[in-house]
């Protein structure tokens, strides 16, 4: 997990996946799912996912009294001019059910609507569970939990060993989706503002959980000052650092290949990654 996008916890995850053995994956960032390119993934199953629910106005029975228009708080009624006829604009539409109840005709009812993809994948290295959520639609907090559920029954059924969950950026309702049910949770910052303040938000996410949050430093070596106050918090709270990796050029020649960095060469990242994981094995 990650306080903000950009700290690197996807390719830290996709070093985890290159080196463990007897593992399942899952790729919890439903709105922008990128594991699958470092893992050479072949797509074995797709599952259309409706999650929310759009209204529809059956033109038989509405009777154009505009009650569903002026109750609207969304601006998804719209009114043709022409036609003198009422329609869901479906991009605007929350699902809120506020004109079906306000219809005097019961002209309105409601349909799922698709959300977006959910996905099984074989790799080398393992199965891979992911989704892909549709442009411009809610619940990805709820599309996150498909994920997480199908993992975990893969993970049953084929007794693997490890569930290596790659969670969404940010605290808001996928970050809560990936870190319930979960049993440790890593936390991949970087030495810069924006992460410190971000990191003190995932904290306090994951410990509302019950759980105590580990911390990796990322490209620990750009900025010594803030690198410093992120130890030192960890100190005061007693989070454990569990490894920190220097910046190194070639992790972004790894990724432009679709390779994990541990598997691209042995430089310092690698190095460090490879160190990281033998803690996190001896830590279970």
Same mark, same amino acid.
């Given at each position: 997990?990650?306080?903000?996008? !950009?700290? &690197?916890?996807?390719?830290?995850?996709? #070093?985890?996946?290159?080196?463990?053995?007897?593992?399942?994956? #899952?790729? @919890?960032?439903?709105?922008?799912?990128?594991?699958?390119?470092?893992?050479?993934?072949?797509?074995?199953?797709?599952?259309?996912?409706?999650? &929310?629910?759009?209204?529809?106005? =059956?033109?038989?029975?509405?009777?154009?009294? !505009?009650? @569903?228009?002026?109750?609207?708080?969304?601006?998804?009624?719209?009114?043709?001019?022409?036609?003198?006829?009422?329609s869901v604009n479906e991009l605007n539409c929350e699902g809120c059910g506020l004109c079906?109840?306000?219809?005097?005709?019961?002209?309105?009812?409601?349909?799922?609507?698709?959300?977006?993809?959910?996905?099984?994948?074989?790799?080398?290295?393992?199965?891979?569970?992911?989704?892909?959520? /549709?442009?411009?639609?809610?619940?990805?907090?709820?599309?996150?939990?498909?994920?997480?559920?199908? #993992?975990?029954?893969?993970?049953?059924?084929?007794?693997?060993?490890?569930?290596?969950?790659?969670?969404?950026?940010?605290? /808001?309702?996928?970050?809560?989706?990936?870190?319930?049910?979960?049993?440790?949770?890593?936390?991949?910052?970087?030495?810069?503002?924006?992460?410190?303040?971000?990191?003190?938000?995932?904290?306090?996410?994951?410990?509302?959980? !019950?759980?105590?949050?580990?911390?990796?430093?990322?490209?620990? =070596?750009?900025?010594?000052?803030?690198?410093?106050?992120?130890?030192?918090?960890?100190?005061?709270?007693?989070?454990?650092?569990?490894?920190?990796?220097?910046? =190194?050029?070639?992790?972004?020649? #790894?990724?432009?290949?679709?390779?994990?960095?541990?598997?691209?060469?042995? !430089?310092? /990242?690698?190095?460090?990654?490879?160190?990281?994981?033998?803690?996190?094995?001896?830590?279970?």
């Amino acid at each position: 997990m990650s306080g903000k996008g !950009g700290t &690197g916890k996807t390719t830290v995850t996709g #070093a985890f996946v290159a080196l463990a053995d007897s593992l399942v994956a #899952a790729d @919890c960032d439903v709105d922008a799912a990128n594991l699958r390119l470092i893992m050479n993934e072949k797509i074995l199953y797709t599952e259309r996912a409706c999650l &929310g629910s759009e209204a529809v106005i =059956d033109q038989r029975k509405c009777t154009r009294c !505009g009650k @569903c228009f002026d109750g609207c708080r969304f601006g998804a009624i719209d009114f043709d001019e022409q036609t003198k006829r009422y329609s869901v604009n479906e991009l605007n539409c929350e699902g809120c059910g506020l004109c079906i109840e306000v219809c005097p005709a019961k002209a309105i009812s409601e349909k799922r609507a698709e959300t977006g993809s959910l996905m099984l994948s074989e790799s080398a290295r393992g199965q891979l569970v992911h989704a892909k959520l /549709a442009p411009a639609a809610e619940n990805s907090g709820k599309l996150v939990s498909m994920v997480r559920s199908l #993992a975990f029954a893969i993970v049953d059924q084929q007794q693997k060993e490890w569930l290596l969950v790659d969670g969404p950026p940010g605290t /808001a309702c996928p970050a809560i989706a990936s870190v319930t049910g979960s049993d440790r949770v890593i936390l991949v910052t970087e030495p810069t503002i924006a992460a410190v303040h971000d990191l003190e938000r995932i904290i306090k996410l994951v410990r509302h959980f !019950g759980l105590k949050p580990e911390i990796i430093i990322n490209k620990v =070596d750009i900025n010594p000052t803030y690198a410093r106050k992120i130890r030192d918090l960890a100190d005061t709270a007693g989070y454990k650092i569990l490894g920190e990796i220097p910046f =190194d050029d070639t992790v972004k020649e #790894a990724i432009k290949a679709g390779v994990p960095i541990v598997d691209f060469n042995a !430089g310092p /990242a690698s190095h460090a990654l490879k160190n990281i994981w033998n803690k996190i094995k001896e830590t279970r």
